[in-house]
């Protein structure tokens, strides 16, 4: 009797010098990612200089909007006082003080 020939010793002789880099490649990924996963989570952590620019924009623009909406009604609210009702009288009262104070220095986002 003749031994039999296994073919998946030969099989994994024949492959390891293919595979011989895709190991090699996979022990210096498993080695460089606890580098890269710290990278990232600085990245996360951190806020760059044009994201809080952005930011800033961002804050401008909202508080810029929230003097319009109260310039409006104040403008809306005068009128009708004008007109001769006091409720609204009272009422452009407040959405100019309430202006007075989103104009504030200590009251910008900016």
């Known amino acids: 009797m003749s031994p039999a020939v296994r073919p998946a010793p030969l099989l994994a002789l024949a492959l390891l010098p293919v595979l011989g880099g895709c190991v090699a490649r996979t022990a ?4 460089t990612l606890p580098v890269r996963a710290a990278s990232q989570g600085v990245d996360w ?12 924009g961002r804050a401008m623009r909202e508080h ?19 007109a001769g009702s ?7 009262r407040d959405d ?6 989103l104009q504030a ?5 900016y």
């Open 96 to 101: 100019y003080a309430q202006m007075q104070i």
């Open 64 to 82: 810029e909007e929230k003097l319009r909406d109260l310039q409006r009604r104040y403008e809306k609210h005068l009128r009708k006082c004008d």
């Open 45 to 56: 952590a951190t806020t760059s200089q044009s994201e809080a620019d952005e930011k800033r």
């Open 28 to 31: 210096v990924d498993v080695a």
């Open 86 to 92: 006091q409720s609204a009288c009272l009422d452009a």
């Open 105 to 109: 220095p200590q009251n910008r986002p």
